[in-house]
């Protein structure tokens, strides 16, 4: 696949307001991970976000921390994932993002990590714990295969959200609350000024809301103000709880979001 096409296929997820789930590989077990990938992409997902399990998730809150826990209990490797996401490229097309932590990319090898995303069909990458400061080292080696480096903006971005909204490609991801991931009641930021200042710096990037969306209403509400909506928690307490029969009950809790925001 060419870069180009690479770049096409998130930007086609965003002709109309985009659904992306987040789920930890390896929780409760690769099978399972493989079995609800699909079922999401089935089931309207418009980009799956991958999440790499690491000892020390510090954007996550608990819920993806026990997820993250799960699954290295059960030995999952970076090159498992790696494996799992060619054997779906076999017959599925869905954009997929790798959500991880500098330290897994590090240790990894940066060149080799981003490559090898490619090789097996990555079409992003999200770094949570790296700042727009520090990007260059990811970035290059991300244009230089063709993948997106996916920014991020924070409710603390201010000023510096012009200046990262102007380099973003792929999608740009606005953390809607300050602290970890989770499931929130409400959601009080001022994401409607965060969303203005990027549009005002480059009115060509989609923007994704993501932090805290659990139900069909909040999804509703977060893209009325964005191009699509990203939901981890939310999801991810559902695949611990119902484990192997997270795929059957994740297919009706994507209808209902997709429902709700389009």
Do not use: W
């Not at 500098?102 to 490619?118: D, E, H, L, M, T």
């Not at 009641?185 to 001022?190: A, G, H, L």
């Not at 203005?196 to 893209?223: C, D, H, L, Y």
């Amino acid at each position: 696949m060419t870069k180009q096409t690479r770049q096409q296929r998130i930007q086609k997820a965003f002709h109309h307001k985009a659904f992306i789930p987040f789920i930890t590989c390896g929780d409760p077990d690769l099978a399972t991970s493989k079995a609800i990938i699909r079922t999401l992409a089935a089931n309207g997902a418009d980009i799956i976000e991958l999440g790499i399990p690491f000892l020390d998730p510090t954007a996550e809150g608990p819920v993806i921390q026990e997820a993250n826990l799960r699954a290295l209990k059960n030995q999952v490797t970076t090159d498992d994932i790696f494996q799992m996401v060619a054997d779906l490229r076999q017959d599925l097309t869905v954009p997929m993002v790798i959500m991880t932590y500098a330290n897994v990319v590090f240790s990894y090898g940066i060149q080799r990590f981003i490559q090898k995303s490619q090789e097996v069909g990555i079409d992003g990458l999200i770094l949570p714990d790296v700042p727009y400061e520090e990007k260059e080292e990811f970035n290059q080696v991300c244009q230089q295969y063709g993948l997106a480096f996916i920014s991020l903006i924070t409710p603390t971005s201010h000023e510096r959200i012009a200046k990262i909204a102007k380099e973003a490609n792929g999608f740009l991801y606005c953390v809607s609350s300050l602290g970890v991931t989770g499931v929130r009641s409400q959601i009080n930021t001022d994401l409607g000024s965060m969303i203005a200042a990027v549009r005002k710096a480059n009115p060509t990037i989609s923007v994704a809301i993501g932090f805290g969306i659990a139900t069909s209403e909040q999804a509703k509400q977060m893209s009325q103000l964005s191009d699509g909506i990203i939901i981890g928690s939310a999801i991810v307490k559902q695949i611990g709880q119902h484990q192997q029969k997270a795929p059957e009950i994740l297919a009706e809790y994507a209808k209902s979001i997709i429902q709700n925001i389009r």
